[in-house]
């Protein structure tokens, strides 16, 4: 049966800036309809480099309402969602022939005094002969800054924000493509395809946002119409994830020869993430993937730091995504501004949509806040900004109390080996419990997938999350992917194929 009700806002798009708005929007007592094409969090918003950050660089761009919103936001995000979001000490090496110290200083110093920094601790200088951070690194490198910045897992934070417009009354769907959008009257005729089956639903909007990244002047052109969509520049870019390259818990951040920066960045325990390159992509955005250019950029890189060359056989796997960034006309990919536009289009008195162009990660709740501005003006006020302070699904934990919150899920579920207690800490925050429900064994949890994944967090995720194939959860809900054989793959496949019937989502 097709859905003729009228919703009030119709969100295209289940990244961070799609799942921050119809949480905002259901919160404030709109009714919300939120369809994604793919899996959550399947486009630009799992391929981050995962920094809740100010953006250092962004400074010598002179973009400092940016840097100071997102400085601002760091501990705000970390306060929602303690499990997903933890601070980060970043070591910047400085040497000759690299940015001087003096500007260094003169950025950190801007950087540590304009965000509102409270518990997060300042700058200091490092002495890498004497410092752990120095070792995995060449001799010359003798002096560097310590920096703070915050550490996010990207995926989940999309879904968190997913769930909790769920919980808020918005419906998510996900699997579901919109292929037409037309201004019918006063409202907006959405068709919706069930990309699993096939099937179209006709969702009736008093208005509609286009949060659709990388596909926003796609969703223009072929939903909406507009031939003239040319709103955003691609940029692609690429990270490697190598094993672990040192063993103390802080991040560096580098400086190349040609002025770009890169980060090297403790990654799921075993791993260490390396990226990112910034070029002008062209292609299709769902079929980015890592160049051997790109591959050879961030390995020499890294190598020019590291004692041990970082080679190709280290790599054990790369992702790339693209950054829908606003076209400001600047003439390099990483001089091009990370700020975020929200452009209406009224369409003369009749429904309204807004398009929601460039943007970061950091800055996504405030650019809700600012869409809801915009919705309140279009179609009526309903509440007021909620979402500074409102934790988010599994973080009502204090944010500076994460061990305290592995250590009682470990003495409420004695059966869990640390490694297990802290993934599940990390993961899920306190609704961890939900998954291990009354279980008062490890097989109690069912079958095991391999590295902790067990039947009850498959089954969890599905019906919790929204999980409708083995790399959903493997890759987004998780990062078990990392980790499985194939052989444990095929068995979640099989036990997930059987769970969800036709409804399981085949690659695409
Ligand atoms: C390499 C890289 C590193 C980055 N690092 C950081 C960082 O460290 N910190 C930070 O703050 N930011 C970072 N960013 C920026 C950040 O990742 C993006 O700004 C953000 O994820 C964009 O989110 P979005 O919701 O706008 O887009 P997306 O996440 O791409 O979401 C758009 C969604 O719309 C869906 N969609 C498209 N067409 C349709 C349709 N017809 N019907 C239904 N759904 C549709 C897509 O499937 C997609 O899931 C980085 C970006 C990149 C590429």
Redesign the pocket.
């Known amino acids: 049966m097709p859905d003729t009700s009228t919703c009030d806002v119709f969100v295209?798009?289940?990244?961070?800036?799609?799942c921050g708005i119809a949480r905002d929007a259901a919160g404030r007592g709109y009714s919300v309809y939120l369809?994604?094409?793919?899996d959550?969090?399947?486009?630009?918003?799992s391929?981050?480099?995962?920094?809740?950050?100010g953006g250092l660089r962004y400074l010598e761009h002179y973009e400092f309402r940016l840097v100071r919103e997102?400085l601002m936001e760091r501990e705000v995000l970390w306060n929602m969602a303690p499990h997903i979001i933890w601070p980060l000490r970043f070591v910047l090496p400085y040497h000759k022939g690299m940015r001087p110290a003096w500007l260094l200083r003169l950025g950190l110093f801007l950087y540590d005094h304009i965000g509102g920094r409270k518990e997060l601790p300042p700058t200091k200088v490092l002495d890498l002969k004497e410092d752990e951070a120095g070792r995995p690194l060449k001799p010359e490198f003798q002096k560097a800054f310590e920096y703070s910045d915050c550490w996010?897992n990207?995926a989940r934070l999309?879904v968190l924000n997913a769930r909790d417009a769920a919980d808020r009354g918005a419906t998510i769907r996900t699997r579901?493509?919109?292929?037409a959008a037309e201004r019918a009257a006063d409202d907006w005729k959405v068709t919706v395809e069930d990309t699993v089956s096939g099937a179209r639903d006709i969702v009736m909007a008093k208005l509609m946002v286009n949060?659709?990244?990388?596909?926003v002047d796609?969703?223009l052109a072929n939903?909406v119409g507009k031939n003239d969509a040319h709103n955003v520049r691609l940029?692609?870019?690429?990270?490697i994830v190598i094993k672990r390259k040192f063993d103390h818990d802080r991040a560096y951040f580098f400086q190349n020869a040609d002025g770009r920066i890169f980060f090297a960045i403790p990654y799921e325990t075993d791993f260490t993430l390396v990226?990112?390159t910034d070029q002008d992509y062209h292609g299709e955005p769902g079929d980015v993937s890592i160049s051997d250019q790109e591959i050879d950029y961030l390995c020499e890189g890294a190598s020019s730091y590291f004692r041990e060359p970082v080679g190709r056989g280290d790599i054990v796997w790369t992702y790339?995504?693209?950054?829908?960034l606003y076209d400001d006309g600047a003439s390099k990919a990483q001089e091009a501004t990370?700020d975020y536009v929200l452009k209406e289009d009224s369409g003369n008195d009749r429904a309204p949509l807004i398009n929601?162009f460039?943007?970061?990660?950091?800055?996504?709740r405030r650019l809700g806040e600012s869409m809801l501005e915009k919705i309140a003006a279009l179609i009526g006020e309903r509440g007021k900004s909620w979402t500074s302070g409102a934790v988010l699904p599994g973080g009502d934990f204090p944010a500076t109390e994460f061990r305290a919150h592995v250590a009682a899920l470990k003495r409420d579920y004695p059966f869990l080996n640390d490694r297990d207690a802290t993934r599940y800490s990390r993961v899920y925050g306190t609704r961890a419990r939900d998954i291990l429900g009354a279980s008062r064994s490890s097989e109690q949890l069912g079958r095991d997938f391999g590295s902790g994944l067990k039947e009850a967090e498959v089954r969890y995720l599905i019906e919790q999350e929204w999980a409708l194939a083995a790399d959903d959860i493997l890759w987004r809900r998780t990062k078990l992917g990392l980790k499985l054989n194939e052989g444990q793959v095929t068995a979640l496949e099989a036990f997930m194929k059987e769970l969800l019937g036709d409804r399981y989502a085949q690659p695409t």
């Open positions: 295209i798009g289940g990244g961070i800036n799609g369809a994604e094409m793919n959550l969090a399947s486009g630009t918003s391929w981050s480099t995962k920094l809740i950050h997102a996010v990207d999309v579901a493509k919109v292929v949060a659709a990244g990388p596909w796609e969703i939903a940029v692609q870019g690429s990270h990226g990112t790339s995504g693209i950054r829908p990370r929601i460039g943007g970061k990660i950091t800055t996504y």
